[in-house]
């Protein structure tokens, strides 16, 4: 299996199944990450997805030279050609909303489309013998996985001029400085790191947590008044909602919530 697919309690565990390679990505796997997260995405149990790398040397050493890099160069492979009309293939979702939140724990190397797909999550954690980068400029190519627009939003102008251009790789000490992530914790423990991210998610309102993030990567792609008004629309379900009548009665009442996610 190219992926594995597991489902905890209340979150799913997506592994990329490759160690022998990197977990680079193969054509099976890219439509079979982008199954997995909408699959977890439709699952009402599922609060949060948590994303990462069997082994313990890479989260994803991005596309497979051998197969998925010609492919894409050819035209055979849409990513970077009219992906929006296969959203099968849209494992970096560039154009489909994931409304649970992806908690990425790296372990190892993320390059290229591991770069690429780390910047569509929602939480990072990565381990302390990280690297990143983007070297496709190096190859002759140019990402095509979503960061020309995503990481100069992500990170500092500059630095993502930095990584774009150069192919330079850079440390996970220099990732976390310029906040490409969140945390920096020792070898073996970003599973672990990442559960916890997870443990905290679920003791909120499942319905707040979805409408959040929808609220907020839906107000990434407008100009800022028009995400209030979106921000607005969006947020009022939540408010409506049983959960928001619960959670203050639960407060008041000095007890832990029954959320339903209605």
């Not at 490759?18 to 009402?44: G, S």
């Not at 154009?95 to 929602?122: K, S």
Request: charged share 30%; glycine share 10%; with cysteine.
């Amino acid at each position: 299996m190219s992926i594995k697919y597991e489902k905890g309690d209340d979150r799913a565990y997506i592994t990329l199944n490759r160690p022998e390679a990197h977990n680079a990505l193969t054509e099976e796997m890219v439509t079979d990450i982008a199954e997995a997260l909408n699959k977890a995405d439709e699952d009402d149990d599922v609060l949060s997805i948590i994303v990462t790398g069997a082994g313990d040397d890479a989260f994803c050493a991005g596309g497979d030279l051998g197969s998925m890099i010609p492919a894409i160069t050819s035209g055979e492979f849409p990513l970077g050609r009219g992906i929006a009309e296969d959203p099968e293939k849209d494992m970096m979702l560039k154009h489909t909303l994931i409304r649970t939140p992806i908690i990425a724990a790296v372990n190892g190397v993320a390059l290229a489309g591991g770069t690429e797909f780390l910047q569509a999550t929602d939480i990072r954690i990565a381990e302390e013998h990280a690297t990143f980068g983007l070297p496709e400029v190096s190859w002759g190519l140019a990402p095509a996985g979503g960061s020309h627009t995503r990481l100069p939003r992500q990170i500092p102008y500059c630095r993502a001029m930095e990584i774009l251009l150069t192919g330079d790789r850079i440390t996970v000490e220099e990732a976390s400085k310029m906040g490409l992530i969140n945390e920096v914790v020792e070898k073996g423990k970003g599973l672990e790191a990442a559960e916890e991210y997870a443990d905290s998610i679920a003791e909120n309102g499942p319905l707040a947590v979805r409408k959040i993030k929808e609220a907020v990567i839906r107000g990434l792609s407008v100009p800022m008044e028009q995400a209030f008004y979106s921000e607005e629309a969006i947020v009022s379900d939540a408010l409506d909602s049983e959960d928001a009548k619960e959670g203050p009665r639960a407060f008041m009442e000095k007890r832990d919530p029954e959320f339903q996610g209605k």
